[in-house]
């Protein structure tokens, strides 16, 4: 392509815009440009292999197309990894070397002469014998005094908008997020990846606060009524 443009170049120099074979280069050139190889640059903070593709989609100008025996081998965990004007060919080889010592084979499926193009399919397999290596996340633990917010919505709402948020990226595993209610101090204590941590605090500051002061709750996490109390 950079020598159809330099004999453009020297065409117009000499010739003008009105050379007859300026419409057939300029056509030829337009051709080039639309098979050209895409370049991406991203981060990716690390994840499952399904979280990676999901990334890549966003980049509607390539076709990332992955193959697996399992819908489990999409699950395998990434490491966090940022690359910068990367075509599709090294970014499947980078991903290989990432999945390799965790049990996996990336292998693509196309001609060696097109690894660097605009769509690649590749096969994603676990190695017979070998035992994945898989990294698990870090549980974080959180406390949230909520006994404020009570008056206004109850503790099976805070929950529920909690789990509602977490749901929100399919990636997330929804039974590693436990939520436990602790009843004599309204405290909603919260473990699970440090993601799904975070929303929780997110959406516990979200809360809408009451005018006057905390009110108790029963056992089920119900605020008590003055009606009640007597």
């Known amino acids: ?24 280069l300029n056509n030829r050139i337009e051709v080039l440009e639309k098979r050209a190889p895409w370049v ?9 292999f399904a979280k990676f593709l999901t990334l890549i989609a966003k980049a509607n100008v390539v076709s990332f197309n992955i193959i697996t025996s399992e819908p489990a081998e999409m699950n395998v965990e990434l490491p966090p990894f940022s690359l910068r004007n990367a075509k599709l060919g090294p970014i499947v080889r980078v991903l290989g070397q990432l999945l390799e010592p965790r049990g996996y084979e990336l292998r693509m499926v196309a001609d060696e002469n097109q690894t660097d193009g605009n769509s690649v399919i590749c096969v994603l397999t676990q190695r017979a014998g070998a035992s994945a290596k898989t990294e698990t996340r870090p549980t974080q633990f959180e406390s949230f005094p909520v006994g404020q917010y009570l008056s206004e919505q109850s503790i099976d709402d805070i929950v529920g908008a909690i789990r509602a948020g977490g749901e929100l990226d399919p990636t997330h595993d ?6 436990k209610f ?3 101090t309204a405290i909603l204590l919260v473990s699970g990846p440090l993601e799904a941590t975070n929303i929780a605090g997110k959406i516990i500051s979200q809360l809408k606060r009451p005018t006057s002061k905390p009110v108790k709750v029963n056992a ?10 007597k």
Not at 1 to 24: C, F, I, N, S
Not at 40 to 48: H, I, R
Not at 174 to 179: G, I, S, V, Y
């Open 40 to 48: 991406l640059s991203f981060d990716f903070p690390g994840g499952s």
């Open 174 to 179: 929804k039974d590693a997020l436990k939520l």
């Open 1 to 24: 392509m950079a020598h159809a443009r330099a004999e453009r170049d020297t065409l117009e120099r000499r010739y003008g815009e009105k050379h007859p074979q300026l419409v057939d």
């Open 220 to 229: 089920n996490g119900v605020p008590i009524s003055d009606a009640d109390k």
């Open 182 to 184: 602790h009843q004599p």
